[in-house]
């Protein structure tokens, strides 16, 4: 029997969106979950790469027991299509986190291997979030300096300004990341995230060249607790509470972000801008 020709979908540009914030436990997989959910149910083809190597993570989150990881694509043991696990709101999940702290260390044949396996991805892909681990390890730098957009988690408290201003400082001194969306979380009044934001833009304005956009806050909100609990996205678990509505409000602004065009937005060349190794910074000596 003549084998079926491999179908060959039109490249389309990739929005990769790399959820961050240096701090942990700010709710980073969290929105990462959510924000993939409310964007995979306004119809957008969206995946999911959990970059994470804590607890918390995206599989469990979404209730998902992953059999293999980009552990075993890396290996050559598994195809992409293998790995990748579908939510019920229709998120493709790829559970990296095993895969993920080698990412910066990988052989240049592992590196072309993992390129490959995103290259012949089926389907089309309109979004791919990534949600990294707290702080500032070499594969968190990775994925940011790759992604089209750099999600920053903040909270009002001393702890995540200092730790996220410390992030966006090297990711643009040394990754050349200018432009940053800020998310706020665990707001207890409506206020509390517009003046967690302006006391970090204030810092930002005064000593790094970037621009900062507060793009959504999300209350506290214990929905989103039982949701965790319930290894549910809180869309789905509690699709009218105010956390839902936040993550949806979210959404929408997400879609009016621009888009990469031309071939750098394939998600080839991201996984190549991911994987590339960083300039080393030259030393002036004066
Ligand atoms: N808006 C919110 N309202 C209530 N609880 C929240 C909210 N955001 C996050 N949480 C809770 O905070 C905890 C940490 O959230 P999450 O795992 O999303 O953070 P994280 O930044 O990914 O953490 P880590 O750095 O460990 O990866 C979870 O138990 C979650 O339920
Ligand atoms: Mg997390």
């Known amino acids: 029997m003549p084998r079926a020709e491999p179908r060959i979908e039109p490249a389309v540009p990739v929005q990769v969106i790399a959820v961050t914030g240096g701090k942990g436990g700010t709710g980073k997989t969290s929105v990462a979950v959510n924000l993939a959910t409310a964007l995979a149910q306004m119809g957008r083809k969206t995946m999911l790469l959990d970059g994470d190597l804590g607890l918390a993570n995206v599989d469990v989150l979404l209730g998902l027991t992953p059999r293999y990881t980009l552990e075993h694509v890396l290996r050559g043991e598994r195809t992409i ?8 709101a229709g998120v493709r999940v790829v559970p990296a986190s095993s895969g993920v702290a ?3 260390c990988l052989s240049p044949s592992e590196q072309n291997g993992i390129v490959q396996a995103f290259s012949t991805l089926p389907g089309p892909l309109h979004v791919l979030i990534i949600d990294t681990a707290a702080g500032i390890a070499e594969p968190v730098l990775q994925f940011c300096q790759a992604a089209q957009q750099v999600l920053l988690l903040l909270r009002d408290e001393p702890t995540s300004l200092t730790d996220t201003y410390a992030l966006i400082k090297l990711l643009s001194r040394d990754r050349g990341v200018r432009q ?10 409506v206020e509390e995230g517009q003046i967690a934001f302006r006391r970090l833009q204030r810092v930002t304005d005064r000593y790094l060249e970037v621009v900062l956009d507060h793009v959504g806050d999300i209350p506290e909100d214990p929905s989103l607790q039982k ?3 319930a290894q549910r996205p809180v869309l789905e678990a509690f699709p009218a509470s105010p956390a839902a509505k936040a993550f949806k409000s979210l959404a929408r602004a997400a879609v009016q972000w621009p888009f990469p065009s031309g071939p750098s937005g394939r998600i080839e060349f991201f996984m190549e801008r991911m994987l590339a190794r960083p300039a080393p910074r030259l030393m002036v000596l004066k």
């Open 227 to 229: 949701s965790v609990q």
């Open 102 to 104: 080698r990412m910066a």
């Open 81 to 88: 299509e293998e790995v990748i696990l579908e939510t019920s």
């Open 180 to 189: 940053f969306r800020v998310v706020t979380n665990l707001s207890r009044r």
